[in-house]
């Protein structure tokens, strides 16, 4: 994975990196490979690093907002 955008701080848990972009799009990375999993666009930039507890991955965007996403893959 390269971003041509900056990005937040990546998060890592179990085999997987989380990380939001400038351009509104929050990512799901394997580690090994940076193979996206999956992505989810917001529309605004992401500048904060997220949190990762559990099943959940939580940030704030520059809207204001705070989103999370549960799931197998987390």
Known sequence: FQ???E???V???GDYLYLGSENGTFYCLEAATGKITWRYY???PIKTSPLV????VVFSAFDGNVYAFT???L
Do not use: D
Request: glycine fraction near 22%; proline fraction near 0%.
């Open 42 to 44: 917001i529309g605004v």
């Open 7 to 9: 990005s937040s701080s």
């Open 11 to 13: 998060a890592a848990a």
């Open 53 to 56: 507890s559990g099943n959940m």
């Open 3 to 5: 971003s041509t955008t």
């Open 71 to 73: 799931g197998g893959v």
